[in-house]
């Protein structure tokens, strides 16, 4: 039985599952681990290039766009292993990268402490991205996704959320935030088995928030590994229009309806455990 079990969910990026496929093969030693990829309103192509290129990868296909969680949830219930490892297709292992993470996990006392545990994430021109936070406010969705951001009244609540009192880039040993970016995320099956998986109400985004807050509320940390490096194309397909993008970005669209989900399942206070 497989250690670890690494679930990708892919939404028409065949090629960048391919690239993260590869990077698994190259870059993982010491962990006995399965694949799961779960293809959302699957045409062919990435079960295709499975059969031809990964033969050893489950493949679940649906029909639709399932939205992220819903996806992910379904790669969880095929998994075998004691510990399940969320990527997405846009993610590039480095050498050691997950090793280095479940043996953290695997550490005498932690495995019962840890709901959630992320990597360093790196963009592809070398630079720090960051993927730590506190729990938004409404104020600090707002500040992210308008120029008030820039404005320098609203600094010191901004760098809050972000986490700028901590410096994430240069940490040399792992720290506890309140919630991480979903594009490599780390947890245990005791842990999934009493939080539960992720809240299917969220089609695509917050559900990575949502699932922090849950671990917190019963009792587990969430943990940035510094020493853990991946590689991530975030925003490469994205489109940016600045004052208007809530007008003509329908990706903002679905962020700011699924924040507004956020805060009326959990409140609009920011409670942070950090």
Not at 156 to 171: G, H, S, T, W
Not at 250 to 271: D, E, N, Q, W
């Amino acid at each position: 039985m497989p250690t670890l079990s690494i679930i990708i969910v892919n939404y028409k990026t065949p090629a960048l599952l391919k690239n993260c496929l590869a990077s698994l093969v190259r870059t993982i030693h010491a962990t006995p681990y399965e694949v799961i990829v779960v293809d959302s309103e699957s045409d062919g192509e990435a079960p295709r290039m499975l059969a031809e290129e990964f033969a050893d990868v489950h493949c679940i296909a649906f029909r639709k766009n399932t939205g992220y969680a819903k996806a992910v949830n379904a790669g969880i219930a095929r998994a075998q292993g004691g510990y399940f490892l969320i990527l997405n297709t846009d993610i590039v292992a480095t050498e050691h990268a997950i090793d280095t993470m479940v043996a953290y996990m695997e550490a005498e006392g932690k495995r019962e402490r840890i709901g959630i545990l992320g990597p360093k994430l790196y963009g592809f021109e070398n630079t720090y991205q960051r993927s730590a936070f506190r729990f938004p406010s409404p104020l600090a969705i707002i500040l992210r996704r308008t120029p008030l951001g820039r404005l320098k009244m609203f600094r010191d609540r901004l760098d809050a959320f972000l986490l700028k009192d901590r410096d994430l880039e240069n940490a040399l040993v792992p720290l506890c935030v309140d919630w991480l970016m979903g594009a490599a995320l780390l947890v245990s099956q005791e842990a999934v088995a009493r939080v539960g998986t992720m809240d299917e109400s969220f089609f695509m985004y917050f559900e990575d928030v949502d699932w922090a807050r849950r671990f917190w509320e019963n009792g587990y940390t969430v943990i940035y590994h510094p020493l853990a490096r991946m590689y991530h194309y975030h925003g490469k397909t994205s489109h940016h229009y600045g004052v208007f993008d809530v007008l003509f970005n329908p990706m903002t669209r679905v962020h700011i309806r699924s924040a507004l989900h956020y805060f009326l399942k959990h409140g609009m206070c920011a409670k942070s455990y950090v």
